[in-house]
């Protein structure tokens, strides 16, 4: 099942997944229902929209 990924971050980042919290945060301060979830197959954070939210 495909997905739309709004925005992505790499895994190797020092601060690991801090830079994709933040930045669902910044959806989620515009009302975007937004998850972070790692893939693995080209080892990236990406923000994706929540469940139950538009895809």
């Given at each position: 099942?495909?997905?739309?990924?709004?925005?992505?971050?790499?895994?190797?980042?020092?601060?690991?997944?801090?830079?994709?919290?933040?930045?669902?945060?910044?959806?989620?301060?515009?009302?975007?229902?937004?998850?972070v979830?790692?893939?693995?197959d080209s080892?990236?954070?990406?923000?994706?929209?929540?469940?139950?939210?538009?895809?």
């Amino acid at each position: 099942m495909a997905r739309t990924v709004l925005a992505s971050t790499e895994a190797g980042h020092p601060r690991g997944s801090w830079p994709a919290e933040e930045q669902a945060q910044q959806f989620r301060d515009q009302g975007i229902p937004v998850t972070v979830v790692m893939d693995q197959d080209s080892d990236r954070y990406l923000i994706v929209p929540a469940e139950g939210g538009q895809r």
